[in-house]
């Protein structure tokens, strides 16, 4: 159910993701003070390569990461197998990716 | 309660690690969803905003931001087990990786209230 | 010795492949006594027809496991008073396996698997050539010599539970079985284990939950051989697309 080829997409994704979940959690950190607003999340982002770069990379990495992740525990507590599976994998793989990517576009050019 | 039977340490790590990536990936198309209004409907995502002063609201963020910095520092040493050269003190590290999340999420709470 | 009122409530489970139920005995307690003795006190004395499974009653040739209160364990080496659980004891089947009858799990899934991930060897030398000479001291070989003592007891793959959500796994034994190998300088096969480890039931789907290294009666560390063939596999895959 998950061979050599997912289980490398997993890790990767995992690896390249530790230093962004990190990065995230600093940034909540910081930008919980004194509530959250539109206005600030947009002035920190707006026009921002950095952040598209840094939120875009790690939208495909959470929806690899995602998608694998939720395809074991299907498997595992589910029982789904075979096409279902692959389906299921794929589906929820774009469909993370497809909303995630619509937010980074929505805070940094859009 | 009575623990399942075959509840140990790293059993509970294993556990934990798959419920928060569980939890993540289910809060995940909200999250992306909210933001993605920062646009199209500024208003009504500030006035969601808004909830984020409420004590439970509040709560739930705390646990979510638990959830994640778990599920990174569990990854983390299940990355150190399979690629770096074998540790015998897993019990340890998996304990320290709790440990740590609830130093990060607590900062993060303290910083929130 | 106890006084001779005193007993177990001792529940085994009964059945075939097509299904069962729990059934529960009086057993008399004793201070010295295992849970193959309570077992073997069942059939002698109390029915006749119970099945179940053991040879050496000394821990050597691994065919008397059961799950003893939920867990995995050579039942000829624990002590009841170890795992009694207020007077009680619940016996049933090895997890993870077909049951043939009552307590006797159908180990074919287990030892099939073990040739599955190439758990065989591969001689690289014939009877005709010198005995080659081995060096204990290395680290591979002492890898492998930990690996050896394995006896195909089955009590790591019922503890697993990545076995019990996904059959196609190969579970932990056999997956140690193939670090072993991978570390023996006389096997010739790696590639072959390699392939054999990497495919959809292969070491990839493990979660190092760690319970085969818990329950191993042998106190052996499969958790850490899995290990061991993810990196070996991920190694290999990388240097073969550099040869390529």
Request: neutral net charge; charged residues 15%.
């Amino acid at each position: 159910m998950l061979d050599l080829r997912l289980y490398m997409a997993q890790r990767l994704s995992a690896l390249i993701m530790a230093p962004l979940v990190l990065g995230h959690i600093a940034v909540m950190i910081y930008a919980i003070q004194g509530g959250l607003s539109v206005a600030e999340i947009l002035g920190r982002t707006q026009g921002s390569a950095f952040w598209f770069a840094f939120y875009g990379l790690f939208v495909l990495a959470v929806s690899v990461h995602a998608a694998i992740g939720l395809r074991v525990i299907a498997h595992e507590w589910v029982g789904l197998r075979g096409m279902a599976l692959s389906l299921f994998t794929w589906a929820t793989g774009l469909g993370l990716f497809t909303l995630g990517a619509r937010a980074v576009w929505a805070v940094t050019f859009a | 309660m009575k623990t399942p039977p075959r509840a140990h340490p790293l059993w509970l790590a294993f556990i934990l690690h798959r419920l928060s990536g569980l939890a993540l990936a289910l809060f995940l198309p909200l999250h992306f969803w909210t933001l993605s209004r920062a646009i199209t409907a500024p208003d009504s995502l500030d006035s969601f905003f808004a909830l984020t002063e409420l004590p439970m609201v509040k709560l739930a963020e705390f646990g979510l931001v638990f959830l994640l910095a778990v599920h990174l520092f569990g990854g983390l040493r299940l990355l150190a087990l399979e690629f770096l050269p074998w540790s015998n003190s897993q019990k340890t590290l998996a304990a320290a990786a709790v440990g740590v999340a609830v130093l990060v999420s607590g900062s993060f709470f303290l910083n929130a209230i | 010795m106890s006084k001779p009122e005193q007993t177990l409530d001792v529940t085994v489970w009964r059945g075939t492949a097509a299904g069962g139920e729990l059934e529960t005995h009086k057993v008399p307690a004793h201070d010295n006594q295992t849970v193959l003795d309570v077992v073997s006190w069942i059939q002698h004395h109390s029915d006749p027809t119970l099945t179940y499974r053991f040879a050496c009653r000394v821990g050597m040739c691994g065919s008397c496991a059961m799950m003893v209160n939920g867990i995995p364990r050579w039942t000829c080496r624990t002590h009841v008073g170890k795992v009694v659980d207020e007077g009680k004891l619940t016996i049933e089947p090895l997890r993870n396996l077909p049951v043939i009858k009552d307590l006797a799990a159908d180990m074919d899934a287990f030892f099939d698997k073990w040739v599955a991930a190439e758990g065989l060897h591969h001689p690289t030398q014939s009877r005709q050539d010198p005995i080659e000479p081995i060096d204990a001291t290395t680290p591979a070989r002492k890898q492998a010599n930990a690996g050896i003592e394995c006896i195909n007891c089955a009590v790591c793959y019922a503890a697993c539970d990545t076995v019990a959500g996904n059959p196609e796994y190969l579970g932990p034994a056999a997956l140690q079985r193939a670090w072993t190998l991978l570390n023996d300088t006389r096997d010739g096969a790696r590639a072959t284990i390699l392939d054999a480890v990497s495919g959809a039931g292969g070491c990839h789907n493990c979660h190092s939950m760690g319970s085969c290294t818990q329950y191993c009666p042998n106190e052996l560390d499969p958790m850490s051989a899995i290990a061991g063939v993810k990196r070996e596999t991920v190694r290999h895959a990388l240097l073969r697309r550099k040869d390529a």
